[in-house]
C-alpha cells in the first residue's frame, strides 16, 4: 500500500474500515464509467459531511477525499476544509489536515496564505510531533511570503535541543534559503554549529544546508572552508566505523551521508590549495577502502572520484581516480559503465595518458547493446586517438561504422574524418579510410565530404594513378553511395588518361577500354538511385573525357547532345554549354577542360567535419585586405552578371589578369579557362560576407575575338 495511503488509513482509527471499503469497491470497478460513478458518489457525500460541520466524520470525510485526489479526480473543493482541521486541537483531525494541506495546497492559491497562522503556532507547540507537522508542511509548500515569516522560527529550532526537531527544521531552513535566497545569512551562523551532532540525521540535514548556503552565496565559502577538517573527521569516522545496524547499507555506513559530505567537500577545495590539501589523505582513504561491488559502494567511489576531479588534488590521487572510472567499466550494470564513460570523457583531454590505459575497455563497449552506452563509447574513442594509435584505433572505428545504429553513423562518420584528418600517418592511408567510409556509409556523410576529398586527391599528385583505378573499381561495383560515385566521376574526369594507360604501381592495374569508362559514366547518367548533382558530376566527368581519349569523341558528343533537352535545368544548361564546345568554340575545348588546378588545404570551406572553422561574421573594427593586381593598373571595362542569385564581377586589366569576384558557393570543377590559378576558396559565406578570388590568365597570341559571355557561361561552372 503506497505511503500516503497507508498514513492516511492510520491517521482515522474507528472510521478507516468505511476507507478500507471505498478503496475496495472503487478497486473493484471494472471499467472506468464504473470507477466514475463510485467515485461521484462518494464526492457527493464527502460534500455533505464537510456541510454538517463538526460532526466527528470531518478527518474521515478528507482522508476519502485525498485517496480520491490520488486516483487524479478533483478534490479541491477539500482545500478550506485543510485549514479548519489544521486549526484543531486535536492530533488526529490536524495529521489528517497536514497532509491534505500538502496535497491540495501550493504557493499559488490563497488558501495557503490562510495556514501561516495556525503553522507558527504548531512551530511552538509543546509536542514534537506537531511541531513536525508543521515543519514539513512548511518545507513542502511553503510560498516566498511564508518562508518571510516563519524564517525565525525556523532558526530557532536550529538551535532545540531535540535531534528529531533539529533534523526536520534544517530541511526547511533549505526549502526557505531556495524560495528567499536573501535570508541564507540568517542561517550561516546555526549550520556551522550542527556539525558537532552526533545524529547521523541532524548532520546529513546540516550538510544539506551548508551546501545550499555556498551554492546561493560563494561569499560564505571562505566561511564554510574552516569546517573543512571537522567535514574530514566525519568522513573518516563513516569509513572506519564498525557495523552499526542502524545504518549500514549493504556494508557501506551511511553512504548518503558519505555522498553529500563528498559532494559539499568538491564545492569548498574547488580552485583552493589548502582546503584540497586537507582532504586529499581522507579521498585517498575512501578510495582504496570502499568495496565497489554494491550499488552503494559504488555511489560512494564514484563521488569520491568527481571530488578528486574537481578539486587542486595531487597528481596520483587523479591517476587513482581514473583507475577507479576504468573499473566501473568492467561493471555489469549499464548506468555504471554509462556514467563511467561520462566523466572520462570530461577529463580525458586532461588526463589523457592515464584514460588511454583503459583503451582498450572502452573500445569493448563500442560492443554494448545499449545505443546510449554506445555513444558514450564513440566519444572517449574518438578522443583517444593520437598519432600513435590512429592504425589500431581506426581499425575498430571502422568496425563500429559497419555495424552500428543508424542513429549513430552520422556522428561516426564525422569522427573519422576528423581524427583521420588529424593524425593521418600517409595521404594514400587518408584517402583509403575516407573510401572505405564512403563504400560502408556514403549516405550518412557531410556535404563536405566530397570537395574535402576532392581537395585531398589533387594535392596527391603521387597518386593520382592509384586512387583513379581504385575508384574506378568502386564505382563499377556499386554505385548507391551517392558521394563515393561523385568522387569517383570527377576523379575519371580529371585522370582518365591514367586510367586507360593501365599502369600503376601502387596497386594492380586493370585493363580498362574507352567503352568501358564510357559505359560506366552512362550507368550513372541513367540509374535512378543517381541524384541531379551525380549526374552533373557525370555529365561533366564524360565531356572532360573528350580530350582524354582519342576514339570515342563521337560517342561523348551524342551522350552530352542527349541531355540538351533534359528536364533538370541545371543540367540541361551544362549540356548546352558543352554542345557549343563542341562546335562553335572546339578549337578551346582542349585549354578549357584542362585538368583543375590544385586548390589551397586551408581554403574555406575544407572544413573536414569541424564545426569549429564555420564562416563567421568579419570584424569591422579591421580594415579588408587589399588584393594584389586590382589596384596596380586601372580596369580598362567591368561587366557584372547575375547566374541564379550568383554576382561575377569581371575586371578586365592591361596586364590581361582578370579577377572573379564572387558571391555565392562556386564550383570550379568545369570552369572554361584557357589557364586558372589556385582559387582562395570553394565556399562563399552567406549574405555576403565574403567573398572567393581567382586569377584567370588569357593565352590570346593572336589576338583572336573572345566572346565575354561565353567567358562568363563557362565561368558560371
Known amino acids: ?83 479548519r482541521l489544521i486549526a484543531s486541537p486535536r492530533y488526529s483531525e490536524k495529521r489528517i ?18 495556514i501561516t497562522n495556525s503553522i507558527k503556532n504548531d512551530l511552538s507547540h509543546s509536542s514534537q510531533y506537531v511541531q513536525s507537522l508543521a515543519l514539513c508542511t512548511l518545507a513542502c509548500m511553503g510560498s516566498a511570503e511564508m518562508c518571510r515569516d516563519l524564517a525565525p522560527e525556523i532558526e530557532r529550532l536550529l538551535r532545540a535541543s531535540n535531534c528529531y526537531i533539529k533534523k526536520k527544521a534544517t530541511l526547511c531552513a533549505v526549502h526557505i534559503i531556495r524560495k528567499v535566497p536573501e535570508l541564507a545569512e540568517l542561517f550561516t551562523p546555526s549550520a556551522r554549529s550542527l556539525l558537532s551532532e552526533k545524529n547521523h540525521g541532524v548532520l546529513h540535514g546540516a550538510v544539506v544546508l551548508i551546501t545550499e548556503l555556498c551554492e546561493h552565496n560563494p561569499d560564505t565559502l571562505d566561511q564554510f572552508r574552516k569546517a573543512v577538517p571537522e567535514l574530514v573527521q566525519i568522513m573518516k569516522g563513516l569509513v572506519t566505523s564498525s557495523y552499526s545496524p542502524e545504518h549500514n547499507v549493504a556494508g557501506i555506513s551511511d553512504p548518503f551521508l558519505q555522498v553529500r559530505i563528498l559532494r559539499l567537500l568538491r564545492i569548498l577545495g574547488h580552485n583552493n590549495d589548502t582546503a584540497s590539501d586537507a582532504m586529499n589523505d581522507l579521498l585517498a582513504q575512501v578510495a582504496t577502502n570502499t568495496d565497489s561491488s554494491k550499488t552503494a559502494g ?61 583503451r582498450g575497455t572502452i573500445v569493448d563497449c563500442l560492443k554494448d547493446q545499449d545505443t546510449s552506452v554506445k555513444r558514450r563509447a564513440l566519444e572517449l574513442s574518438l578522443a583517444l586517438v593520437s598519432a600513435v594509435n590512429i592504425r589500431s584505433m581506426m581499425k575498430e572505428l571502422l568496425i563500429f561504422l559497419s555495424t552500428c545504429p543508424p542513429e549513430l553513423r552520422s556522428q561516426t562518420t564525422s569522427g573519422i574524418f576528423n581524427v583521420a584528418e588529424r593524425y593521418s600517418p600517409s595521404k594514400r592511408w587518408h584517402i583509403d579510410t575516407i573510401l572505405h567510409v564512403l563504400t560502408t556509409a556514403g549516405g550518412d556523410v557531410r556535404d563536405e565530404t566530397v570537395p574535402n576529398l576532392i581537395q585531398l586527391i589533387t594535392t596527391a599528385s603521387e597518386l593520382h594513378c592509384y586512387t583513379v583505378h581504385k575508384l574506378y573499381r568502386a564505382l563499377v561495383k556499386e554505385i548507391s553511395q551517392q558521394p563515393l560515385v561523385q568522387v569517383a566521376c570527377w576523379c575519371i574526369g580529371e585522370y582518365g588518361d591514367l586510367l586507360l594507360k593501365g599502369e600503376c604501381e601502387e596497386i594492380e592495374p586493370v585493363q580498362v577500354t574507352e567503352d568501358d569508362v564510357l559505359d560506366a559514366l552512362e550507368t550513372v547518367l541513367q540509374s535512378h538511385m543517381s541524384s541531379p548533382a551525380t549526374r552533373g558530376f557525370a555529365l561533366t566527368a564524360t565531356m572532360k573525357l573528350s580530350t582524354r581519349i582519342t576514339d570515342n569523341v563521337d560517342r561523348i558528343r551524342s551522350i552530352v547532345s542527349i541531355y540538351g533537352s533534359c528536364i533538370d535545368l541545371e543540367l540541361q544548361q551544362r549540356a548546352v554549354e558543352y554542345n557549343a564546345l563542341f562546335k562553335k568554340y572546339d578549337h578551346m575545348r582542349a585549354a578549357v577542360l584542362e585538368r583543375m588546378p590544385v586548390m589551397g588545404k586551408n581554403s574555406p570551406g575544407h572544413t573536414n567535419g569541424d564545426t569549429s572553422g564555420e ?95 561565353f567567358l562568363c557561361s563557362c565561368l558560371s561552372h
Do not use: W
Open 1 to 83: 500500500m503506497p505511503l500516503s495511503i497507508s498514513l492516511i488509513t492510520d491517521t482515522v482509527m474507528t472510521p478507516s474500515v468505511r476507507l478500507q471499503e471505498m478503496i475496495r469497491v472503487i478497486r473493484s470497478a471494472r471499467t472506468q464509467g464504473e470507477e466514475r460513478g463510485i467515485i461521484q458518489k462518494e464526492c457527493a457525500d464527502i460534500r455533505a459531511q464537510f456541510r454538517q460541520g463538526d460532526n466527528g466524520e470531518r478527518s474521515h470525510s478528507l482522508a476519502k477525499l485525498l485517496y480520491v485526489h490520488m486516483l487524479g479526480y478533483p478534490a479541491h473543493f477539500g482545500q478550506m476544509e485543510c485549514v
Open 97 to 114: 489536515g497536514y497532509l491534505g494541506a500538502m496535497m491540495l495546497l501550493d504557493e499559488k492559491q490563497d488558501a495557503s496564505l490562510l
Open 298 to 358: 559504488s555511489a560512494v567511489l564514484y563521488e569520491t572520484v568527481l571530488t578528486i576531479m574537481d578539486i587542486n588534488s595531487e597528481s596520483g590521487l587523479r591517476v587513482l581516480a581514473v583507475n577507479i572510472l576504468g573499473r566501473f567499466l568492467l561493471n555489469n550494470d549499464r548506468n555504471i559503465r554509462y556514467i563511467s564513460m561520462t566523466s572520462l570523457q570530461k577529463i580525458v583531454q586532461t588526463d589523457h595518458n592515464a584514460v588511454q590505459r583503459h
Open 615 to 709: 564562416n563567421k561574421e568579419p570584424d569591422p573594427s579591421k580594415p579588408k585586405p587589399v588584393e594584389a593586381g586590382l589596384l596596380s593598373e586601372p580596369a580598362s571595362q567591368v561587366i557584372i552578371i547575375g547566374y541564379s542569385g550568383l554576382t561575377i564581377s569581371i575586371l578586365f586589366c592591361k596586364n590581361l589578369f582578370t579577377r572573379f569576384n564572387l558571391r555565392k558557393k562556386l564550383h570550379f570543377s568545369e570552369s572554361v579557362q584557357l589557364q586558372m590559378k589556385a582559387p582562395s576558396g570553394n565556399v562563399i559565406p552567406a549574405h555576403g560576407l565574403g567573398q572567393v578570388t581567382q586569377t584567370v590568365v588569357l593565352n590570346n597570341p593572336n589576338k583572336a575575338s573572345l566572346p565575354c559571355l
